[in-house]
Every structure is written in structure tokens, then in C-alpha cells.
């Protein structure tokens, strides 16, 4: 009888680790090493499942690179001993969680699926126990050769799943809580689970980590009659060592001309800029249009499709590289873990 894959559940914070108190009516985290009590279903998996949890849990809008690293460490010191991991993470801040882990986990060949709720699993009309026990299939799931069918970082949410560098929390209130606009959901559940894009591995080369993360990023959202002095402080180079900008449609912006002096200075004394559009799909297209060309001239770096949660967690990556500026645009520009087309 062939062994049943064990994964490691990582229980990080969110909605879905949520039961309410039945005297006080607070929300508070239940225990993890009773999940079963709470979702007996998971008995019928086919699958050995161990669970760890945070020291506190986190709320998804207290998430940083701190925790972002702490996530990676724990898979990577259990990598050997488990044949997938879920991570079960509030749904705010998820993509971003996401696309960090993404480009920390380096040359991943097992599932890490990241699933949350935006209903308690304790409430009667929880969305969590389908995205837990679907999760949990998934990270289970191989091929005829014992291999398994995910082999990167990607979140589960209703019924979809989708790569984890390439989707957005796009809905407070609905179930369908996410979208990947860009990009084709690496697989869908319904009677059977259709898994339909293959996933974006190199492996040839060993699993590792890298957890250096510089947060000296600003995000600067374009928009009409934005008075670009009131960000002079954005662009010093002092404190802040690249920005990521959410221009108008294909890669657009005003002609202002402070505006335009300050990123060129920006950039002339060594900062890097990246530019992505505010749309939800569509790529950015530097040059297409006169009000875009002007980035082309001075260095801005394309963004292309990527996210804006995907753009700031590899810029931070890469800036945590120590790497020389040159080196950076280039990565910038090339697709590392399948979070932008080429």
C-alpha cells in the first residue's frame, strides 16, 4: 500500500482559524492541534497531516518581511520530512505573502498552497472548511510517478488556484475573493480537480532560501491633479532606494515636469524605478503612447504584467541581494518565478 503524503499545515493567522466564543461572542484562535474537532472531514483525506502554528497569530495587515521570512524558515527546515505544505494566512495581504514566497523559496519542487477564509470556520456558512480541505488535496496530490502535481508557491480560494505571484485580493465581501487577470489558474476544483498549467520549476538546481528582504521601497500611485511636491521625499536616495510606480493604463503619466525631474534625478544618482500599471489587467507598455515614452528615455524599468504585490515583494527580494544596481534592472526584467509574461 503506497504511504500517504504527509503535509505540514502552518497556521500563520486569519479569519479562517477563527471560532467565536459562545459567552463573550469574540473571535478568537482556536487550537490547531484539535482542528479535527472542527473539521472531521479531514479524516477522510488520504493524507498524514501535521500542524504547527505561530506564536501569536498574525493579523494578515500586521504581515512583513519578518513574518514573510519566519514562514519560509519553517518550510525550509521541514522540506525533508513533508511532501507539501499548506499555509493558512489572512486573505489582505495573502498575495503579497504569496509573491514573497515565491522568490524566497528558490527552486521549489514541492507545493506550498496558501488557502484563508473570509468567513471563521467555526460560522455555519464558512467558506474555510473548502478552501482547508481543497488546499490540503492539492498539496497531497501526484502524478503517476509519484511526483508531485504543484510544484511552487500558489493560493487556493474558491474553487480556483491560482499561481501565487500573479493574483490580487480583489472582493472585501465575496467568496470569490481573488483574481489572476494575467495569468490562467494553475488548476480548478469542481467533481475532480483539472490541474491545467504546469508549474514553473528549475530542477536542476537544489532547493534553498533567501530571506534578505530591504524594505527601503516606496509605492507611488499616479493620479489627476497629483501635486508631486508633496512626495519630494519619496525620491531621496538617502532613504529610499527604489519606488514602484502605478501609472494610468499602458504605463502613462503626467508631463509634469517636477515630476519627470525627479524621477530622472532619482534614478541618475542610483536609484531604480519600476513602473506597473493601476489596471487589474493588461501589461504596461513604455513608448506606446507619448506620456509613457519619457520612462522609456530615463531608465524606468517595465514593469510588464506583473502585480503590484508581486512587483514590491521582488524588488525588495532583490535589493536584499546585495547585488549591484545594474544586476537588479536585469532581474527586474526577466521572469524568475512566472510572475510576469515575456
Known sequence: MTARPNILLIYTGGTIGMIKDNITGELKSFDFDHLDQHVPELSRLQVQLTSISFPEAIDSSE????????????????????????????????????????????????????????????????????????????????????????????????????????????????FEAFQSPNFPELAIAGVDIDYRIPSYIDSTKQFT????????????????????????SLFDIENIRAIVLETYGSGNASSDSFFQNQIQNFISEGGIVLNVTQCSSGSVQQGKYQTSSFFQKVGVISGNDMTTEAALAKMMY?????????????????????????
Open 63 to 174: 504581515m512583513n518581511p519578518i513574518h514573510w521570512s519566519s514562514i519560509a524558515k519553517t518550510i525550509f527546515d521541514n522540506y525533508e520530512r513533508y511532501d507539501g505544505f499548506v499555509v493558512l494566512h489572512g486573505s489582505d495581504t495573502m498575495a503579497y505573502t504569496a509573491s514573497a514566497l515565491s522568490f524566497m523559496l528558490e527552486n521549489l519542487k514541492k507545493p506550498v498552497i496558501l488557502t484563508g477564509s473570509q468567513l471563521p470556520i467555526g460560522t455555519i456558512r464558512t467558506d474555510g472548511k473548502e478552501n482547508l480541505i481543497t488546499a490540503i488535496e492539492i498539496a497531497a496530490a501526484m502524478d503517476e510517478n509519484g511526483v508531485s502535481r504543484v510544484q511552487e508557491v500558489a493560493v487556493y480560494f474558491e474553487y480556483s488556484l491560482y499561481r501565487g505571484n500573479r493574483c490580487s485580493k480583489v472582493s472585501a465581501n465575496q
Open 209 to 232: 532560501i533567501s530571506t534578505n528582504f530591504d524594505t527601503r521601497v516606496a509605492l507611488l500611485k499616479i493620479f489627476p491633479g497629483m501635486n508631486s511636491k508633496h512626495y519630494s
Open 318 to 342: 532583490l535589493l536584499g541581494k546585495e547585488t549591484s544596481k545594474q544586476k537588479i534592472e536585469i532581474a527586474l526584467r526577466e521572469n524568475l518565478r512566472g510572475e510576469l509574461s515575456i
